[in-house]
Structure formats: C-alpha cells, structure tokens
C-alpha cells in the first residue's frame, strides 16, 4: 500500500513539474493508439457490417478468422509485424521498423478483429424487420447499412472500447517492433517495463497510474458518447 501512495504522489509531482520527457511519452501514446484506434475503426466497422448484412460463401470462414484475430497474443502479432518489415521483409524498404509507424501497424492489427467482430455481432442482433422497413421506405444501400448500424450503435461503441483498451494496454507487440527507443518510440507500456526491470517502482508505479487515468477519461468520454447515443 505504501509503494502505491508514493507512486500516486510520484505522479502527481511528474504531472505538475512539465517533465518533458513525461509529456514526450505521453503525447507519443496518444498518438500511435488514436491513429491506431481509427484506422482500425475505419476498417473495422464496415468489415463488420458488411458481415452481418450481407451472406457471403466464406462468410463463416471469415468468422473463425476474425474470432481467431480476437484472442490473438500480441506477442505474435509483434513477430510477424517485425518479419514482414525487417530488412530481408517484403515490406523492409519502408524502413518502418522501430519506429511509430510499425507500433501503429501492430496496433491496427491487434485492433482490427475486435472492431470488425463485435460489429459484425452487434448488427446480427439488430431486428431483421427494420432492413425491410427501410427498403420498403426507399432507402439506398448505403442508408440501409446507416440505419442498422445506428440501430446497433450501443454494440459499435463497446467495440471501440474493446478495441481501445486492447491496443491502450499493449505492450509486447509495441515493444517487438519499437523497440523502446528514448525519445522516439517509447510509450508507457513499454516504459512501465523498462522502470520494473531497473527497480524503479516507484516511476512505475506512477506511469501505471498516468495510463489507469488516460484510459478512464477516454472510456469516460465513449460512455458519455453511448448514454448520448441512447436518448
């Protein structure tokens, strides 16, 4: 109990002293998990609205992949992200590896099936009778496919919530592609890592707290969004 009082009050002081490097890492966390974040919901959600709207022959193939993609161990994402841009990778002309551009593509990839899933199951469970009302109504594909999604927009969010703290909380892909570069790639995941290793637990600690209060005013402002959602 005592470390985490003084990790509370190690961050309180690192909060209000304008350590720049703090902000630094902070700022560097924002950025790759919210670009990660849209790009994944960009993806995503028409991935699986698409799914539950329409019936595909590898439809039920595509299930088992995107379920599969779900409980995926960042860890191997990170494997395959680092061989895919490694130097003798097919991709390893872009020189994006240890570097935000690969934490990003790890994230997107991690991000991805839980979008597209939960999407996919928040439409199914969307009445069938309101597509047919809209068509007898004269909607447009592209307004049927708004109508259903807005129907099933309390699922969309929770989707982007799981999405968020999936990607908000990672650390193993990030750390395999980043590297955990001072001042370059490093996040607070990986920093709270590099501090537990050197037995800073007190940095730790506060950078664990940072990140606990990050994560709550973000999921605060996605429930305000859903309650909004709702009246």
Known sequence: ??????????????????????????????????????????????????????????RGLITVLLYTGMGLPPVVVGLFVYLILSRSGPLGTLSWLFTPYAMIVAQVIIAFPLTAGLTMTAVQGVDPALRLQARALGATGAQEVWTILTEARIGVVAAIVAAFGGIISEVGAVMLVGGNIEGKTRVLTTAIVLNTRTGDFDLAIALGLILLAIAFIINGGMLFLQRNALE
């Open 1 to 58: 109990m005592e470390e985490i009082l003084a990790g509370l009050a190690h961050a309180l002081r690192l909060i209000f002293s304008g350590d720049p490097a703090l902000y630094e890492i902070i700022w560097l966390t924002l950025q790759v998990t919210g670009v990660a974040l849209g790009l994944a919901i960009l993806l995503g959600v028409p991935c699986g609205a698409a799914l539950g709207l329409y019936r595909v022959r590898t």
